[in-house]
């Protein structure tokens, strides 16, 4: 039985072309981060006060949002500042460096230090934007077509986590096959666990189509969303809840893929409980 | 807590006489908004004195020969600004190894659990090597090393000093040192 209950999902898909006219890098942080403050406290909703009091940590992930803080545009500090300022469980730290599978090193680092005695909630963000506007982000040869956007999972831990999440790195240069057969690997054996796998163009998905044949799996929405980065996981899980809302629990194994060849697996239930949310695509006004 | 730091900075290339691949590669540009962003963008003015691969031997390094010296009961923070360029080595991706872009409000944590006594070791490695001129930085790597004080003081100064030393094969020497040199 896994010992992560997803509590909640939100995704606020952002547009490709987010501005009119670009404004500074302190103002589109600005923006940001009311919009990561609002989707919070959406997924937060549902929790009573005494729920609110267990929320341990709030960590931001992301692939693509790497230059504004690589090239002195903006420091972290500054961002984490304003998320503060806003309210109290907004994220305050920063993760980058597994690209994609950042939130799978996020959640491993918070259990290798958290205490296991106390129930808890943790929440992930991961945020991709095209803050530039850079052609090469929103299509390239490696995934085709981006999607962006902000995703905030809630997630209760119920007990010790034990083989509920793995994270890994490929050994070899196929990574692509080394996940699908490391994916399939991980869930022989355990009773009706669905796949929720990151999003490809068509002729990347054969490879999860031949070598995943047998697996029960989301469907692959990137003719819908674009490859989202890390969200696609939990905007799969989030899409097909919406769509089918859970009548019962149901046991997920999202996975996420990155392009150096890390890759995070997280087992966690869905259930009638669960809170899911899909907010209209925003841009910056 | 037994607190020790030690403040390097690079001043030379690595690995001296070995060849070095230009690793560094610049997104490609296309539009006109493209080539306005990059013209605009802060740009460092230190030399670039390492490559990707290079820069990751020398932290796999320093982690393998930490985590010998420490037996393994060690913690690592480190710096690391992204795109990675390629491939981690593997022993940074271990689960006593935590990369981050902004390393200081984890060090505020993770320093704090050393003193109640939740994690008996910590590596703190502040890494501003530059690889590439859109990084900021002035080629400096500062160490501190902060350790429960059940820990014998002289062996924690001892491996503590083995580790700068093997810094200093390449290149990276104190930066009082440094500055006197000049």
């Known amino acids: 039985m ?19 006219q670009r404004p500074s890098i302190e103002a589109s942080f600005e923006w940001l981060s009311g919009l990561i403050h609002t989707q919070t406290e959406q997924v937060l909703a549902k929790l009573s006060e005494e729920e609110r ?6 960590f931001l992930c992301s692939t693509m949002v790497e230059m504004p803080f690589t090239t002195g545009d903006i420091a972290w500090s500054d961002v984490a500042e304003k998320l503060t300022a806003l309210g109290p469980n907004n994220p305050d730290t920063y993760i980058n460096a597994y690209e994609c599978a950042s939130w799978g090193y996020s959640l491993r680092h918070y259990l290798t230090y958290a205490k296991a005695e106390k129930k808890r909630f943790l929440l992930v963000s991961i945020l991709d934007a095209n803050l530039y506007d850079l052609t090469f982000w929103r299509y390239n040869e490696n995934w085709h077509e981006s999607g962006f956007g902000i995703t905030t999972v809630l997630l209760e831990v119920t007990g010790e986590v034990s083989n509920e999440l793995i994270t890994q790195c490929a050994l070899t240069h196929n990574s692509m096959a080394e996940f699908a057969t490391v994916v399939r690997r991980t869930v022989t054996g355990r009773d009706n666990v669905c796949l929720a796998l990151p999003f490809f163009p068509e002729h990347i998905q054969e490879m999860f189509n031949k070598l995943l044949a047998k697996q029960w799996r989301l469907p692959d929405l990137h003719h819908n969303w674009g490859h989202c980065f890390g969200s696609d996981p939990w905007l799969s899980i989030l899409c097909h809840s919406l769509e089918n809302p859970p009548l019962e629990e149901q046991k ?4 996420s893929l990155a392009l150096n060849g890390y890759f995070a697996m997280a087992e966690v239930r869905v259930n009638q409980d669960t809170h899911l949310i899909l907010n209209e695509e925003a841009s910056y006004e | 807590m037994n607190r020790l730091h030690f403040k390097g900075e690079l001043k030379r290339v690595p690995f001296e006489g070995k060849l070095s691949a230009a690793l560094a590669r610049y997104m490609p540009l296309e ?16 030399p670039i004195y390492l490559n990707f691969a290079e820069h990751y031997q020398i932290l796999e390094r320093f ?22 360029g390629m491939r981690l080595p593997a022993v940074l991706l271990e689960p006593n190894v935590l990369l981050m872009q902004d390393i200081q409000p984890e060090v505020l944590r993770l320093k704090e659990g050393v003193s109640k006594g939740d994690v008996s070791r910590l590596l703190v490695i502040d890494d501003h090597l530059l690889r590439y001129q859109l990084e900021q930085g002035e080629n400096q790597m500062h160490l501190s090393l902060y350790s429960q004080s059940q820990f014998d003081v002289s062996r924690e100064e001892a491996c503590f000093a083995q580790l700068i030393e093997s810094l200093a094969e390449f290149g990276i020497a104190a930066k009082e040192e440094c500055d006197n040199a000049i």
């Open chain 2, 31 to 46: 539009s006109e908004n493209d080539f306005e962003v990059f013209a605009l963008l802060p740009s460092s003015k230190a």
């Open chain 1, 252 to 255: 997920y194994m999202a996975a």
């Open chain 2, 63 to 84: 982690v393998k020969q930490a985590n010998a010296c420490f037996e393994g009961e060690v913690n690592f923070l480190i710096r690391l600004s992204m795109p990675g």
């Open chain 1, 2 to 20: 896994s010992a992560l209950t997803v509590r909640g999902i939100g995704f606020q898909p952002l547009k490709s072309c987010l501005y009119q």
């Open chain 1, 53 to 58: 009091n267990q929320i341990d940590r709030h």
